[in-house]
């Protein structure tokens, strides 16, 4: 039984490790900053997500069960340690793949927001100036510009999202929302 359990748990470790080092780079460094991706609404990831969610509970639990099966204190220490780095590692690999404009700041944003919010006329290049360039921009069919300050990848979650809407060269509205 020991040894069914600690291969179980080296192998899920394995996949565990290669699911989160490829949503780390491949999901999250190379995938394409994009308008209205797929995941917008949800503000969440795709299915490696919960396959990566479902590997770190399996990974925590079965590294838990070997503590028990492995000789040596130094070695029970390192899977215990192990154990419990499962999750960590799968809520620091999803929230910190977030992406932002370079000079982005809450700060600046709140300054444009409360602006719009009182009803004053905000444009485009008092944003630009305040904010600095977003991070992508979309167009809609009557000229009205999305401009995006954040971004985060298919493969985490968390979304903090940061939008301005223009028409006719001013601020028509503004989206300020933190996914869970």
Known sequence: MGKLI????GIASLLFVAATAWSVTVTGFFEETQ???????AGAGNELLLVRGGL?????????????????RRAKAITAL?????????????VGIERWAPR?????????????????????AEV???????????GGPLGEAQ???????SGGFGWHKRMIQFENGFVSSMYSLDEP
């Open 104 to 124: 982005f700041s809450e700060r600046a944003f709140s300054t444009i927001f409360e602006r719009y919010d009182r009803h004053q006329r905000v444009s485009v």
């Open 35 to 41: 308008p209205n991706p797929p995941h917008f609404i």
């Open 82 to 94: 192990g154990a419990l780095l499962a999750i960590p590692l799968l809520l620091w690999s999803s």
């Open 6 to 9: 600690r291969t179980s748990a």
């Open 147 to 153: 401009w995006s300050y954040s971004y985060m990848p």
């Open 56 to 72: 770190a509970v399996l990974v925590t639990l079965l590294l838990l069960a070997a503590v028990f099966f492995v000789p040596g």
């Open 128 to 138: 630009v100036t305040v904010l600095g360039p977003p991070l992508y921009t979309s």
